[in-house]
């Protein structure tokens, strides 16, 4: 919000509700992870819980729940509305943050640092290109 310069706290197993995309406005992030990196600060690694990609590989045709994105402070603060309550790290995000953590060593990879619902939209994107081929 415009004039908004509310500083934020953000702690590992936080649930967020977000500005998210139309349709998907019950949908929330947690935070599994906080990291601290030389170059970029912190790096909180969420996954994203109730949002609608169409996918014809998902149970369904529909994937609700993304697992894992590393994502800046800056992600966050575009995207986070309330703080819903404190769970448990998404156990499911860790198969993502071992191949993130690997590529990301090797200097091949980043975080974003956009909105999350950016982010869900590029994944959908990429669902819907690679459901072409």
């Not at 702690?11 to 995309?21: C, I, K, L, S």
Request: charge should be negative; glycine fraction near 10%; aromatic fraction near 8%.
């Amino acid at each position: 919000m415009a004039g908004e310069s509310v500083e934020r706290r953000y702690a590992e197993g936080q649930v967020w509700t977000f500005r998210a995309r139309a349709g998907e406005e019950g949908a929330t992030l947690l935070i599994n992870r906080i990291e601290q990196d030389p170059r970029l600060g912190e790096i909180y690694h969420i996954s994203v819980f109730g949002v609608r990609l169409d996918n014809p590989r998902a149970p369904g045709g529909v994937t609700t729940d993304l697992a894992h994105f590393p994502v800046s402070r800056a992600t966050l603060d575009k995207s986070c509305l309330e703080l819903q309550g404190v769970r448990e790290p998404n156990p499911e995000y860790l198969r993502g943050y071992g191949e993130w953590r690997e590529v990301f060593d090797a200097g091949r990879a980043g975080v974003f640092d956009i909105p999350v619902a950016d982010i869900v939209g590029i994944v959908q994107s990429a669902i819907a290109k690679r459901t072409a081929q």
